[in-house]
């Protein structure tokens, strides 16, 4: 179980890993790193250095650009320049202070700043999302706007961490397990259309586990606790590893023996 759990781990890791590379997430992609090397010593690491390195040379050289067509009022150049920092390294913090002292009036800024709030206003955080690195250049020196995209990016970042996952464990044919991560984070992010769909498809190929772990939630809701605690363990004797039916069977257990008691 040791050697499960560890492997489990480096899993969960080097996913979240790939997600922080895809992003651009450069920060949170060199701290994933130092913790998988912490219990890793034979993982190459060369080309996630390079690219970390690499993103923050290139987005400060396209800041560099930027500036120098700021100084001879290139607007057209500002954004160009801009947009380049932006996709190399989007949370560069040398961007919000170019902003600030640079473009704060861009005709770009407002543009954006109207179609985040339209964005928000339909809840639409996918859109925001796919178009995050506009967001990012536009909104870091707004700080009411900017702490809801930061918020936005976070919920997003564990969302596709968890998509990514399960479809690993699809294509490792771990139906029971990709449908349970889905799962969790759907009932925390239950407005997300990427995710819907995915558990939706999950639902079907899992459907026996999915079933009983549905009829034990409504056995629990309706205060059947015995009934429910029975269909959490035929839960996890479909999938041994399930996370929801050991807590709610460790829960339930405790709440009977509490009655018991009283």
């Not at 190399?88 to 919000?96: K, L, M, V």
């Not at 996952?165 to 991560?181: G, S």
């Amino acid at each position: 179980m040791d050697a499960k759990r560890e492997i489990m781990r480096y899993l969960r890791d080097t996913d979240e890993l790939i997600n922080a590379v895809k992003v651009k997430h450069v920060e949170r992609a060199e701290e994933i790193l130092k913790e998988i090397l912490t219990y890793v010593k034979d993982f190459d690491a060369g080309q996630i250095e390079a690219f970390i390195e690499t993103s923050r040379q290139l987005s400060n050289l396209a800041l560099q650009k930027a500036l120098v067509s700021a100084q001879s009022r290139n607007q057209a150049g500002v954004e160009t320049a801009l947009k380049e920092a932006v996709e190399f390294w989007p949370t560069n913090p040398e961007i919000q202070k170019f902003l600030k002292t640079m473009v704060s009036r861009l005709d770009i800024k407002d543009i954006a700043v109207t179609d985040f709030d339209h964005l928000m206003e339909q809840k639409d955080f996918r859109g925001i999302f796919n178009d995050r690195f506009r967001f990012a250049a536009a909104l870091a020196t707004d700080n009411a706007r900017n702490g809801k995209f930061l918020e936005i990016m976070k919920q997003m970042e564990i969302i596709e961490t968890a998509m990514s996952q399960a479809k690993e464990l699809v294509r490792q044919h771990n139906d029971f397990a990709a449908w349970e991560i889905v799962e969790k984070v759907y009932r925390q992010f239950p407005e997300d259309a990427n995710l819907n769909k995915m558990r939706s498809d999950l639902t079907v190929n899992a459907s026996q586990f999915a079933s009983v772990i549905a009829g034990a939630e409504r056995e629990a809701q309706a205060g059947r606790l015995w009934p429910a605690l029975l269909l959490y363990i035929k839960a996890k004797e479909i999938y041994p590893f399930s996370s929801i039916a050991n807590d709610e069977i460790s829960n339930l257990a405790k709440k009977i023996v509490g009655e018991s008691s009283n």
